[in-house]
């Protein structure tokens, strides 16, 4: 994708929320959440698109929205770079780097499908963006990883490169690195989902050899150019998840982005988590399977080398160490929904449901995905609630 390709709305959402160009300039750009409460305003009103700012005067942008004249002057002055903008696209576009925003049809669908409000306005990557539309299974664990950790890791992302999918990790050191390695040996294909230096990672020779094979395509939410920072690390973690269909954890400690990242999967069941078992794995994996992660063993996984999708469809519907029958799962889902669905008032986690009803958490998700994918509830930033139409309509209309 080049620049040029970006449509107006594209360019506003740049404008008013990325910080691209912003060298010597005093106004911050939007964040996530202010965002979001400018643009349900601008959904409302007249306006209706990003681009109308572009089309109307900061009259009409006080009127329409309900604005200040403060908030006014600052959207005006963010759409004054839009000069240093250009320069600053056509910079990145001449080095390998893209950008997509959430107006266009370039954009993961997944992202607004499972992180809905919380998905990134801007994303840029370097690569053949057409990968993000291929089934993936992330391969997420600790930086430092210990032996066993490393060869079952390496051992998943072949297994998954040989049931044709595409592994996605985070591009740090340690269990990510070691799967995308890995990945890539088998002659597979990788997303690696950046928080920092996208521009320094596309600069290296064999990055850039692996994105021109078109086997590589690099992610990021952030700015090309920023520096890591431990926030962003952890925020990365969703972005990750929200692209795959399955998500297996090497290793991960009770603290640390692994380890926040996989109990923020469980809590909003993006995916199936499946955690490696055995007798000398991290406390932090242990800890995962007790709140729901599905054990896996080293050998498990060479046993489904080439049934990789019924093995873990197999052991997703485990829900008990007493129940061995997965179609019980959904039998009693008619009769036992209504008395859930009265707790569900208010935003309550996969944890809060099992719980409340005495339930095993894996249990409590399946019951819990089974009723969003009816839209009977919706999934929240802090768990799951009963669905409203208004909130439906922002889904569908997100900028």
Same mark, same amino acid.
């Given at each position: 994708m080049t620049a040029q390709r970006l449509n107006s709305d594209s360019l506003v959402l740049l404008l008013l929320c990325s910080d691209l160009a912003m060298s010597n300039f005093s106004v911050k750009p939007y964040t996530l959440k202010q965002w979001e409460s400018l643009s349900k305003k601008l959904l409302m009103s007249n306006l209706k698109r990003p681009k109308a700012f572009l089309e109307t005067t900061p009259i009409e942008w006080m009127t329409e929205l309900q604005i200040n004249n403060e908030e006014a002057e600052r959207i005006g002055k963010l759409l004054s770079r839009s000069g240093q903008l250009a320069i600053e696209i056509e910079r990145l576009s001449s080095i390998g780097i893209w950008i997509t925003t959430r107006a266009e049809s370039t954009y993961p669908n997944?992202?607004?499908?499972?992180?809905?409000?919380?998905?990134?306005?801007?994303?840029? $990557?370097?690569?053949?963006?057409?990968?993000?539309?291929?089934?993936? #299974?992330?391969?997420?664990?600790?930086?430092?990883?210990?032996?066993?950790?490393?060869?079952?890791?390496?051992? !998943?992302?072949?297994? !998954?490169?040989?049931?044709?999918?595409?592994? !996605?990790?985070? $591009?740090?050191?340690?269990?990510d690195s070691i799967a995308e390695n890995a990945a890539l040996l088998a002659k597979g294909k990788v997303i690696s989902v950046l928080s920092d230096s996208l521009e320094t990672t596309i600069r290296k020779?064999?990055?850039?050899?692996?994105?021109?094979?078109?086997?590589?395509?690099?992610?990021?939410?952030?700015?090309? #150019?920023?520096?890591?920072?431990?926030?962003?690390?952890?925020?990365?973690?969703?972005? #990750?998840? %929200?692209?795959?269909?399955?998500?297996?954890?090497?290793?991960?400690?009770?603290?640390?982005?692994?380890? &926040? $990242?996989?109990?923020?999967?469980?809590?909003? &069941?993006?995916?199936?988590?499946?955690?490696?078992?055995?007798?000398?794995?991290?406390?932090?994996?242990?800890?995962?399977?007790?709140?729901?992660? #599905?054990?896996?063993?080293?050998?498990?996984?060479? $046993? %489904?080398?080439?049934?990789?999708?019924e093995f873990i469809e197999l052991k997703k519907n485990i829900v008990s160490p007493i129940s061995t029958k997965p179609a019980t799962v959904y039998n009693l889902f008619d009769t036992v929904w209504p008395v859930i669905e009265k707790y569900l008032h208010e935003d309550r986690s996969v944890n809060d449901v099992s719980i409340y009803f005495a339930l095993y958490p894996e249990q409590a998700r399946l019951w819990l995905e089974e009723a969003v994918k009816n839209n009977r509830i919706k999934r929240t930033t802090k768990g799951y609630k009963k669905t409203t139409p208004i909130q439906d309509h922002e889904q569908i209309t997100l900028f």
């Open positions: 997944r992202y607004k499908k499972l992180l809905r409000t919380n998905s990134p306005v801007v994303l840029y $990557g370097a690569g053949d963006i057409n990968i993000l539309e291929n089934r993936a #299974i992330a391969i997420v664990g600790s930086r430092d990883v210990d032996q066993s950790g490393k060869e079952f890791t390496e051992l !998943v992302a072949t297994t !998954v490169v040989n049931n044709g999918y595409t592994v !996605v990790s985070g $591009g740090s050191r340690g269990v020779k064999e990055t850039r050899n692996q994105i021109l094979n078109s086997n590589l395509l690099l992610l990021s939410a952030y700015n090309p #150019i920023a520096r890591f920072k431990g926030y962003t690390a952890i925020e990365r973690n969703k972005h #990750i998840y %929200a692209l795959a269909d399955y998500t297996f954890v090497s290793s991960s400690d009770k603290k640390g982005g692994t380890w &926040a $990242g996989a109990n923020e999967n469980l809590n909003f &069941a993006w995916n199936p988590l499946l955690v490696r078992n055995s007798i000398d794995v991290p406390e932090g994996n242990e800890a995962l399977i007790k709140l729901g992660g #599905i054990p896996i063993l080293f050998d498990e996984v060479v $046993g %489904a080398s080439r049934n990789l999708d």
